[in-house]
């Protein structure tokens, strides 16, 4: 009995996951209880149907994260990937296959800019990141400043997909997730994520390739925004400079919701997936309630503050 | 008993560096503005100079503030909120004279001190980043603006609000005034008064701030109150400017505050830096800005060019000071 | 004849305006442990970092078991079998122990994936070797300082060493710890490890090592067996030239005058259990004892950082009934801490800045600070207290360690009227300012200053004190005088163990 007590204050971590898993029942239970057409088939459907974007972003910064830095250009990032997207596939709509390897190729090269410029100019990922996201969508809005472009019906079928109910994008979502979780857990470039962002100096001393690292994470960062963009692409049909500007800070809550904080280290991205459950959730049940969407936002707010309260308290026991 | 260390750099060579680090921002503001004249022969008549400072002054309140909250250790990206908030604010009165003014300054001081009391106390007390905690005070008031006003605000405001942005007072815009007033009195306590030091001691080392006697949790809780503060009369101004309300008043104000203030030399690292060098920093930031219209860019040529303006000086400082 | 596991000739190292290696030869035998020593700033670190991939040399040669090399990562070296341990120890304090040590070595599956059952296996096995009991899952950052040492110096059994390099390993440890240290050291000698040992600790060179070097501004300044130096000559060599007296002499009669600090039966946490002694003007009063023993946990609790659970403490028959830094600084009470980085100083502010920290209502005028008035106290402290620096604007980052430290010195002699407390004061500081240091302290306890001095090195601790109270497991285990001291009677006392139903129900209370 004592030595589970010890492996759980080992690992504080599991607890910061059961409070959120704690939070999840019970939003489901309330859920069910205040509207009858919450637990349904249907709705769940929408739901996962909402929160693959997010899901999508918020994987991709808790790489970062975890490294101790933070990415601000993910939002101006996803909304240039589909501008590029769905122009490319309104010239070419039978060149999808290589419209979609080449936005990802482009979002991963712009994230590893990121990283790249972090460690050769030795500045702040905050201000790299907010600096590049200001380039991205100032050249993105130059290129066009409105919606526009198009997908071919295949792309806009498989963004509606169903499998055995449930929304293949959905499916796709956990599988990513579920990989990137084998390779953070127990893959040695993955591991290393964790020895760079505890402690850099250290990493350097034990001679890892921290800057390899470093660009490694903002680049798998900038993968995970341009597949975002593209399940965006796919669903909404075009390109849109804009629609990414709220998906940068949305794209923090999950991941400090899970556990994972700021000062890197610490964390995973099975949090980051509970936390987008639990955000996208939560405003999906505001929604049923017809609760305003400018409550949500106040709600938004005191769910960081409340669960970085938390995480930070347990920290210190 | 001599010296037995190993020799020390020499103070000039420090000097020189500080000093190369205040006036390197002044050439480069002098060459941008020589370049903005060659280019643009509009740029230095008059009604555009004051028009570019008419604009840079609410957004010099702010950065007075944001200073404050960067020098120890932190960054606030409520202000823009804040700045929005207090001109929905301003127009609760449904005031349609001037008499009502005072009062709208003074429920805007105190609505801001609230919310940078609520800031700080959240950094210094609970813990929770200074990142997180103004990002949730930003969603926050976003959500209470927007909740008060049904989303279209209506915009009833005193006729008096114009003279914020196009008075003068003995021909000097009055918005300027109050910039100066406000620089300098916050320089003043920044750079003279005893809360100053200890707001340097905490952004240098919170740890040893504390073994010398200074209580860092306190230090914290005012320079954010100091922050709302300024942004909250900042936000008054920006609405003078603006002439009308909208949920949006200010928006982008809290990454060009923190902008302007890197390029003026202060640190993200907290406990370096100098209000009125992170003036300069402002008036560059909204030279280029001005600028690029002038030279018939379109205005997304702004945010490139910022981008690259924010990432080049940081990595400047960087390395003047490594 | 042997050959050498590594043998470095004529290496230079030059830096604009600095040259901290200046042709020096240096060569390690296969089991041989061979001393390091040097001032601050003779070029140690710099030696160390060349034979480990940190640095490059501009000149000279190197030879790594006969064959010639020049590396050009640490991880290169790593690679062929050097271990360089350094004194800020590369450890990850969220993780555990046997990832820690299996940093870049970790134990892999069939189908390419990290184990994490093989990865604690290898881990303990490792530690097993080293003869050390400590959890494999355990986080860095819940170990006792010496067990993370024990950490880093696994990480060195993970690949095969060949040269060990250990920079100041005993800076933070003591005791029976270094006992332990030592044993390992002895036993990978056996094995025929090459060991590079720095410390500025001469007692141990005289125990642990075989040969020695002595680097003095960039130079080899004198090498050969240890036994053929003593430890005067080897000061001399470092120093360049005599110290004649490295210990101020005492205070002939014992200090008078009513206590100035009086504790009693203190208790704080589970470090501090039961301590109770007192403190008169002038004297200097020694606190010995393992790290752990509670000795830095009493000073926090007197300078009103650390909470009080029980107890009482008297500052001149006062009691204070507000325990924070400002009372105890308002008190006349300093407080110079063992970490001068993290908690002493501004690194970023001026020198002025930094004397001034604990006294700004001295120098503050109507609200604002008197610059002209801050300026002249500080160039009187940088006077006083000889620091090396051109002015009083000099940002205290760009000092060297020696100097910082004076700094700090200069800071506290004029707040601490009555009391000053100093936790490890020569940490990382060479010979020649620790001398400095000395004559310091012993001045301000000529002032009437009562010093309470805490420190892991005996011969300090001896040399200076006038009264030493020895503190094992949150106790007081005894006081012996200065004057008659020896290091035999102070260790122990210090891991005297308490009787058995003390110490069950201390560990009771630990698991609680």
Same mark, same amino acid.
């Given at each position: 009995?004592?030595?589970?007590?010890?492996?759980?204050?080992?690992?504080?971590?599991?607890?910061?996951?059961?409070?959120?898993?704690?939070?999840?029942?019970?939003?489901?239970?309330?859920?069910?209880?205040?509207?009858?057409?919450?637990?349904?088939?249907?709705?769940?459907?929408?739901?996962?149907?909402?929160?693959?974007?997010?899901?999508?972003?918020?994987?991709?910064?808790?790489?970062?994260?975890?490294?101790?830095?933070?990415?601000?250009?993910?939002?101006?990032?996803?909304?240039?990937?589909?501008?590029?997207?769905?122009?490319?596939?309104?010239?070419?709509?039978?060149?999808?296959?290589?419209?979609?390897?080449?936005?990802?190729?482009?979002?991963?090269?712009?994230?590893?800019?990121?990283?790249?410029?972090?460690?050769?100019?030795?500045?702040?990922?905050?201000?790299?990141?907010?600096?590049?996201?200001?380039?991205?969508?100032?050249?993105?809005?130059?290129?066009?400043?409105?919606?526009?472009?198009?997908?071919?019906?295949?792309?806009?079928?498989?963004?509606?997909?169903?499998?055995?109910?449930?929304?293949?994008?959905?499916?796709?979502?956990?599988?990513?997730?579920?990989?990137?979780?084998?390779?953070?857990?127990?893959?040695?470039?993955?591991?290393?994520?964790?020895?760079?962002?505890?402690?850099?100096?250290?990493?350097?001393?034990?001679?890892?390739?921290?800057?390899?690292?470093?660009?490694?994470?903002?680049?798998?960062?900038?993968?995970?925004?341009?597949?975002?963009?593209?399940?965006?692409?796919?669903?909404?049909?075009?390109?849109?400079?804009?629609?990414?500007?709220?998906?940068?800070?949305?794209?923090?809550?999950?991941?400090?919701?899970?556990?994972?904080?700021?000062?890197?280290?610490?964390?995973?991205?099975?949090?980051?997936?509970?936390?987008?459950?639990?955000?996208?959730?939560?405003?999906?049940?505001?929604?049923?309630?017809?609760?305003?969407?400018?409550?949500?936002?106040?709600?938004?707010?005191?769910?960081?503050?409340?669960?970085?309260?938390?995480?930070?308290?347990?920290?210190?026991? | 008993?001599?010296?037995?260390?190993?020799?020390?750099?020499?103070?000039?060579?420090?000097?020189?560096?500080?000093?190369?680090?205040?006036?390197?921002?002044?050439?480069?503001?002098?060459?941008?503005?020589?370049?903005?004249?060659?280019?643009?022969?509009?740029?230095?008549?008059?009604?555009?100079?004051?028009?570019?400072?008419?604009?840079?002054?609410?957004?010099?309140?702010?950065?007075?503030?944001?200073?404050?909250?960067?020098?120890?250790?932190?960054?606030?990206?409520?202000?823009?909120?804040?700045?929005?908030?207090?001109?929905?604010?301003?127009?609760?009165?449904?005031?349609?004279?001037?008499?009502?003014?005072?009062?709208?300054?003074?429920?805007?001081?105190?609505?801001?001190?609230?919310?940078?009391?609520?800031?700080?106390?959240?950094?210094?007390?609970?813990?929770?980043?200074?990142?997180?905690?103004?990002?949730?005070?930003?969603?926050?008031?976003?959500?209470?603006?927007?909740?008060?006003?049904?989303?279209?605000?209506?915009?009833?405001?005193?006729?008096?609000?114009?003279?914020?942005?196009?008075?003068?007072?003995?021909?000097?815009?009055?918005?300027?005034?109050?910039?100066?007033?406000?620089?300098?009195?916050?320089?003043?306590?920044?750079?003279?008064?005893?809360?100053?030091?200890?707001?340097?001691?905490?952004?240098?080392?919170?740890?040893?701030?504390?073994?010398?006697?200074?209580?860092?949790?306190?230090?914290?809780?005012?320079?954010?109150?100091?922050?709302?503060?300024?942004?909250?009369?900042?936000?008054?101004?920006?609405?003078?400017?603006?002439?009308?309300?909208?949920?949006?008043?200010?928006?982008?104000?809290?990454?060009?505050?923190?902008?302007?203030?890197?390029?003026?030399?202060?640190?993200?690292?907290?406990?370096?830096?100098?209000?009125?060098?992170?003036?300069?920093?402002?008036?560059?930031?909204?030279?280029?800005?001005?600028?690029?219209?002038?030279?018939?860019?379109?205005?997304?040529?702004?945010?490139?060019?910022?981008?690259?303006?924010?990432?080049?000086?940081?990595?400047?400082?960087?390395?003047?000071?490594? | 004849?042997?050959?050498?596991?590594?043998?470095?000739?004529?290496?230079?190292?030059?830096?604009?305006?600095?040259?901290?290696?200046?042709?020096?030869?240096?060569?390690?035998?296969?089991?041989?442990?061979?001393?390091?020593?040097?001032?601050?700033?003779? +070029?140690?670190?710099?030696?160390?970092?060349?034979?480990?991939?940190?640095?490059?040399?501009? +000149?000279?040669?190197?030879?790594?078991?006969?064959?010639?090399?020049?590396?050009?990562?640490?991880?290169?070296?790593?690679?062929?079998?050097?271990?360089?341990?350094?004194?800020?120890?590369?450890?990850?304090?969220?993780?555990?122990?046997?990832?820690?040590?299996?940093?870049?070595?970790?134990?892999?599956?069939?189908?390419?994936?990290?184990?994490?059952?093989?990865?604690?296996?290898?881990?303990?096995?490792?530690?097993?070797?080293?003869?050390?009991?400590?959890?494999?899952?355990?986080?860095?950052?819940?170990?006792?300082?010496?067990?993370?040492?024990?950490?880093?110096?696994?990480?060195?059994?993970?690949?095969?060493?060949?040269?060990?390099?250990?920079?100041?390993?005993?800076?933070?440890?003591?005791?029976?710890?270094?006992?332990?240290?030592?044993?390992?050291?002895?036993?990978?000698?056996?094995?025929?490890?090459?060991?590079?040992?720095?410390?500025?600790?001469?007692?141990?060179?005289?125990?642990?090592?075989?040969?020695?070097?002595?680097?003095?501004?960039?130079?080899?300044?004198?090498?050969?067996?240890?036994?053929?130096?003593?430890?005067?000559?080897?000061?001399?060599?470092?120093?360049?030239?005599?110290?004649?007296?490295?210990?101020?002499?005492?205070?002939?009669?014992?200090?008078?005058?009513?206590?100035?600090?009086?504790?009693?039966?203190?208790?704080?946490?589970?470090?501090?259990?039961?301590?109770?002694?007192?403190?008169?003007?002038?004297?200097?009063?020694?606190?010995?004892?393992?790290?752990?023993?509670?000795?830095?946990?009493?000073?926090?609790?007197?300078?009103?950082?650390?909470?009080?659970?029980?107890?009482?403490?008297?500052?001149?028959?006062?009691?204070?009934?507000?325990?924070?830094?400002?009372?105890?600084?308002?008190?006349?009470?300093?407080?110079?801490?063992?970490?001068?980085?993290?908690?002493?100083?501004?690194?970023?502010?001026?020198?002025?800045?930094?004397?001034?920290?604990?006294?700004?209502?001295?120098?503050?005028?109507? +609200?604002?600070?008197?610059?002209?008035?801050?300026?002249?106290?500080?160039?009187?402290?940088?006077?006083?207290?000889?620091?090396?620096?051109?002015?009083?604007?000099?940002?205290? +980052?760009?000092?060297?360690?020696?100097?910082?430290?004076?700094?700090?010195?200069?800071?506290?002699?004029?707040?601490?009227?009555?009391?000053?407390?100093?936790?490890?004061?020569?940490?990382?500081?060479?010979?020649?300012?620790?001398?400095?240091?000395?004559?310091?302290?012993?001045?301000?306890?000529?002032?009437?200053?009562?010093?309470?001095?805490?420190?892991?090195?005996?011969?300090?601790?001896?040399?200076?004190?006038?009264?030493?109270?020895?503190?094992?497991?949150?106790?007081?285990?005894?006081?012996?005088?200065?004057?008659?001291?020896?290091?035999?009677?102070?260790?122990?006392?210090?891991?005297?163990?308490?009787?058995?139903?003390?110490?069950?129900?201390?560990?009771?209370?630990?698991?609680?």
């Amino acid at each position: 009995m004592s030595a589970v007590v010890a492996e759980f204050r080992r690992n504080r971590l599991s607890l910061s996951y059961v409070i959120v898993v704690a939070l999840l029942i019970l939003l489901v239970a309330a859920g069910g209880f205040l509207s009858d057409r919450f637990l349904t088939w249907r709705n769940f459907g929408n739901l996962f149907q909402q929160l693959v974007v997010l899901g999508m972003v918020s994987l991709g910064q808790t790489f970062v994260v975890l490294l101790g830095g933070i990415d601000l250009a993910v939002g101006s990032l996803v909304g240039a990937s589909t501008v590029f997207i769905a122009h490319f596939l309104e010239w070419r709509p039978d060149l999808l296959w290589l419209a979609l390897p080449l936005a990802l190729i482009a979002a991963t090269a712009i994230g590893a800019l990121n990283g790249l410029l972090t460690i050769v100019l030795r500045v702040h990922p905050l201000i790299v990141t907010l600096g590049m996201s200001s380039i991205i969508f100032g050249a993105t809005l130059m290129y066009d400043k409105e919606p526009g472009g198009s997908v071919p019906r295949g792309l806009a079928d498989f963004s509606y997909a169903n499998l055995w109910g449930i929304p293949v994008t959905a499916i796709v979502l956990v599988a990513i997730f579920a990989l990137a979780g084998l390779w953070l857990q127990r893959s040695r470039s993955g591991r290393s994520i964790y020895f760079v962002g505890g402690d850099r100096e250290a990493a350097r001393l034990n001679g890892l390739p921290v800057n390899r690292i470093v660009v490694m994470a903002y680049a798998l960062s900038g993968l995970c925004a341009g597949l975002a963009a593209i399940f965006l692409t796919a669903r909404t049909g075009v390109g849109d400079p804009r629609i990414g500007t709220a998906l940068t800070l949305q794209s923090i809550t999950p991941v400090v919701v899970g556990g994972t904080i700021l000062a890197g280290g610490r964390g995973g991205v099975l949090g980051t997936l509970l936390g987008v459950l639990l955000v996208t959730m939560l405003n999906n049940l505001l929604n049923f309630l017809n609760v305003s969407s400018y409550y949500q936002w106040v709600i938004q707010g005191l769910i960081i503050i409340v669960a970085v309260s938390i995480h930070t308290t347990r920290r210190r026991q | 008993m001599a010296p037995l260390e190993t020799p020390l750099p020499r103070s000039r060579g420090v000097s020189v560096a500080s000093i190369f680090e205040r006036y390197g921002l002044i050439v480069f503001l002098v060459a941008l503005l020589l370049v903005a004249a060659v280019l643009s022969p509009t740029f230095l008549r008059p009604a555009n100079l004051v028009n570019v400072l008419t604009i840079a002054a609410p957004l010099g309140m702010v950065v007075v503030g944001q200073i404050f909250v960067i020098l120890v250790r932190g960054l606030d990206l409520s202000v823009a909120s804040l700045m929005a908030t207090v001109a929905v604010l301003a127009t609760a009165f449904k005031a349609t004279t001037n008499d009502a003014i005072p009062m709208i300054f003074a429920a805007a001081i105190a609505f801001s001190a609230v919310v940078g009391l609520v800031n700080g106390w959240l950094v210094a007390k609970r813990d929770v980043s200074p990142f997180l905690a103004t990002l949730a005070m930003m969603i926050i008031l976003q959500g209470v603006r927007f909740a008060y006003t049904g989303g279209a605000p209506i915009s009833t405001l005193p006729p008096g609000m114009g003279f914020l942005a196009s008075g003068r007072i003995l021909g000097i815009p009055v918005n300027l005034i109050t910039l100066a007033l406000l620089a300098i009195v916050f320089g003043i306590v920044l750079h003279r008064s005893r809360l100053g030091r200890e707001i340097f001691m905490v952004g240098s080392n919170p740890k040893a701030a504390f073994l010398n006697g200074v209580a860092p949790d306190r230090v914290i809780i005012l320079c954010h109150v100091i922050c709302s503060v300024c942004a909250g009369i900042g936000g008054l101004f920006l609405l003078g400017y603006v002439g009308t309300v909208s949920n949006w008043v200010g928006q982008g104000y809290e990454l060009d505050s923190i902008v302007a203030a890197v390029m003026g030399g202060v640190a993200l690292t907290g406990g370096r830096g100098n209000i009125f060098v992170a003036l300069l920093g402002v008036a560059v930031l909204v030279v280029i800005n001005n600028l690029v219209l002038l030279l018939g860019f379109p205005i997304e040529m702004q945010l490139i060019i910022k981008g690259i303006i924010i990432i080049g000086a940081a990595a400047f400082y960087r390395t003047r000071l490594a | 004849m042997v050959t050498p596991v590594i043998e470095l000739s004529r290496i230079e190292k030059e830096y604009p305006g600095v040259k901290p290696l200046d042709r020096v030869d240096f060569a390690v035998r296969p089991g041989e442990i061979h001393a390091l020593l040097g001032e601050n700033g003779a +070029g140690k670190s710099t030696l160390i970092r060349v034979m480990g991939g940190a640095i490059r040399p501009n +000149g000279g040669s190197m030879t790594y078991l006969g064959k010639p090399v020049s590396w050009q990562s640490p991880k290169q070296a790593r690679a062929a079998g050097i271990h360089v341990i350094h004194q800020e120890l590369a450890l990850f304090s969220e993780l555990s122990v046997a990832e820690n040590i299996l940093v870049d070595a970790q134990p892999r599956n069939a189908l390419g994936l990290i184990s994490g059952r093989a990865r604690h296996a290898r881990a303990a096995e490792i530690l097993a070797q080293l003869g050390v009991k400590i959890s494999t899952h355990a986080k860095i950052d819940e170990l006792p300082l010496a067990d993370q040492q024990m950490v880093e110096i696994a990480k060195a059994l993970v690949g095969e060493v060949r040269l060990l390099v250990l920079d100041e390993p005993t800076a933070v440890i003591s005791g029976r710890e270094v006992d332990l240290l030592f044993d390992n050291m002895r036993r990978l000698k056996r094995e025929g490890v090459g060991i590079v040992y720095v410390s500025h600790r001469l007692e141990e060179i005289f125990e642990i090592a075989d040969r020695v070097t002595i680097l003095k501004d960039g130079q080899v300044a004198g090498t050969g067996p240890v036994g053929d130096l003593t430890r005067d000559e080897m000061i001399t060599k470092m120093v360049g030239r005599r110290l004649e007296q490295i210990y101020p002499a005492r205070r002939k009669a014992p200090a008078g005058g009513p206590d100035i600090l009086k504790i009693s039966n203190l208790r704080a946490g589970h470090r501090v259990r039961d301590v109770s002694f007192a403190i008169r003007p002038g004297e200097v009063v020694g606190i010995a004892g393992m790290v752990g023993s509670g000795r830095t946990e009493v000073a926090e609790v007197i300078f009103g950082t650390r909470d009080l659970d029980g107890g009482t403490i008297e500052f001149d028959g006062t009691r204070l009934d507000r325990r924070m830094p400002r009372e105890a600084i308002r008190n006349g009470v300093g407080f110079l801490t063992e970490n001068r980085k993290d908690e002493g100083l501004f690194l970023g502010l001026p020198i002025s800045a930094n004397v001034m920290a604990p006294d700004l209502a001295g120098v503050t005028r109507r +609200g604002l600070i008197d610059r002209r008035g801050e300026r002249e106290i500080a160039l009187e402290q940088i006077r006083n207290f000889a620091v090396a620096a051109p002015s009083p604007e000099v940002k205290v +980052g760009n000092l060297s360690g020696g100097n910082q430290q004076k700094v700090l010195f200069g800071r506290w002699s004029r707040i601490a009227r009555k009391l000053l407390i100093l936790d490890e004061p020569t940490r990382g500081v060479d010979i020649g300012a620790k001398v400095e240091i000395y004559r310091i302290v012993r001045n301000l306890a000529e002032q009437g200053v009562g010093i309470l001095m805490i420190s892991s090195e005996l011969p300090e601790i001896i040399g200076l004190s006038d009264r030493i109270f020895v503190m094992s497991q949150g106790h007081v285990a005894g006081e012996i005088d200065g004057a008659s001291a020896t290091e035999e009677a102070i260790m122990d006392l210090a891991v005297r163990s308490l009787d058995r139903r003390e110490s069950t129900a201390a560990r009771l209370e630990q698991v609680a």
